[in-house]
Each structure stands twice: as C-alpha cells, then as structure tokens.
C-alpha cells in the first residue's frame, strides 16, 4: 500500500465545526495523500503538507480509505482556513429578506 493516494476521514464531533460545514453536512474525509510508509500492522505514515504540520503524520488503517481515480467527491484541505486545533470560527450571517 506504500505509494497509494489515500483520503483522511475527518470524523465530525458534536459541537466542533470542521472545515466549513457543521453536523451531517460536514465532509467524512479530505485529501489527496500519499503513504509514505507502514508502521506496525494497522498504521501508516502520510505524506502530509506544510499546511497541516500541526498534525501528527502517523494514522490508524480505520482513518483511511483507498482513492479511487476520478473522484469529484475530493474536499481539497487547503481550500480552508485552519486553526492549529482544525476548528473553525462559527460566523453568523444577517438574513436580509424572507419569503412565506
């Protein structure tokens, strides 16, 4: 499985908004990534970006899942903002107008 493109899932917690979207609606995993190497029987290092240097490069087998060629499903990580804990900031929006 070294050299495989992987996706990272990015399990929603209660309460913790992630990469834009918050509940049912937030993204199950994130990528592209390349394994660098397996460590141990159920564990793989990730080639991961500068981008997410805060993150530990070491992942259980359970948090990846195989790319398969042409996915449009792919949400790109560096298309968002990231705190060094991967929380976002919740920013209210005005409703300017409404319809019954």
Known sequence: MVGERVL???????????????GKL???YIGLFEIVERIG????????PLGLSGVHRVFHILMLKKYHQGCAHVIQWDSVLL??????????????????
């Open 8 to 22: 990272l899932k990015v399990s929603p917690m209660k309460g913790v908004m992630r990469f834009g979207k918050k």
């Open 26 to 28: 937030s993204p199950r």
């Open 41 to 48: 029987e159920v564990a793989y290092e990730l080639s991961l």
């Open 83 to 100: 705190y060094q804990n991967l929380n976002f900031e919740e920013e209210l929006v005005p409703i300017l107008d409404r319809q019954i």
